[in-house]
């Protein structure tokens, strides 16, 4: 437990001073144009992890005598749309949808019944001795029930998402058809904009240009949401959640 605070201590300690050092820097670029970052290799910088993608078997390049064709290619004209493991294609993505849902019911329902004793094998008379004076068998019981329910319900949603990306084929299926994956994400300020998009396809509705539009994946997955300060203060605290799980009413 000792060692949980000192460590504690000398983490919030760290941050304060590179908080500190941040807003000396700050200071310091006071009246000054803002400087354009160097130009350097990528893997010099911190962080940075070589990028492993699914990437087709190599095929040994062999050249026919007398013949334009070789062989490996992916047709006579150098076809560039996506067919193998490893290729990008470009999803368009234009999602609008809209929906309105009106429900309502009523239902009333009403009971009534009545049972009267005016003969029990003689065993009234021996039963008044036990029950008050005034009882009478012939309204021995005698229910009443009368029930109304009354529910309604609308729903009226409307969404819309346009945009494009590019995504890799991850997976050749044995029929052919190709499993595509892409993730794009966007970050303005202290604001990260994250687009995630799946699915199956078929190498026959890849445009010319190597499109293909969102209509034409199966089994299609797309998020589009966010992470950073923004989201954090929208997004409801922790405890709030919790009382929402718990609280009856």
Same mark, same amino acid.
């Given at each position: ?62 050249? &026919?005598?007398?013949?334009?064709? @070789?062989? *490996? $290619?992916? +047709?006579?004209?150098? /076809?560039?749309? #996506? ?19 009106? &429900?309502?019911?009523?239902?009333? @329902?009403? *009971? $009534?019944? +009545?049972?009267?004793? /005016?003969?029990? #094998? ?9 029950l008050p004076t005034d009882a009478d068998f012939s309204k021995l ?11 309604s319900g609308t729903v009226d949603r409307e969404e819309k998402l ?88």
């Amino acid at each position: 437990m000792h060692r949980l605070v000192i460590k504690s201590i000398v983490i919030l300690f760290m941050a304060h001073q590179a908080s500190a050092c941040s807003h000396l820097d700050k200071i310091s670029e006071i009246g000054e144009t803002p400087k354009l970052s160097a130009i350097e290799s990528p893997k010099e910088k911190p962080g940075y992890r070589p990028v492993s993608m699914p990437m087709p078997e190599t095929e040994t390049v062999s050249y &026919n005598p007398n013949s334009l064709w @070789r062989n *490996g $290619s992916r +047709s006579f004209f150098k /076809d560039q749309r #996506a067919r193998k493991v490893g290729d990008i294609i470009t999803v368009m993505i234009e999602i609008t949808d809209k929906a309105e849902i009106d &429900n309502e019911s009523t239902r009333d @329902r009403t *009971g $009534s019944n +009545s049972v009267s004793v /005016d003969a029990l #094998a003689g065993y009234t008379t021996l039963l008044k001795k036990f029950l008050p004076t005034d009882a009478d068998f012939s309204k021995l019981v005698d229910l009443n029930s009368t029930t109304a329910d009354k529910g309604s319900g609308t729903v009226d949603r409307e969404e819309k998402l346009t945009t494009k990306m590019a995504a890799v084929v991850m997976q050749e299926l044995p029929n052919g058809n190709l499993v595509i994956e892409g993730r794009q994400e966007i970050r303005v300020n202290h604001e990260i904009r994250e687009i995630i998009v799946a699915g199956v396809i078929r190498p026959e509705d890849v445009s010319s240009i190597n499109t293909i539009d969102i209509s034409k994946i199966a089994e299609a997955r797309v998020s589009y949401g966010g992470r950073g300060h923004i989201t954090n203060v929208q997004a409801p605290r922790y405890g709030t959640q919790v009382l929402d799980i718990l609280l009856p009413f």
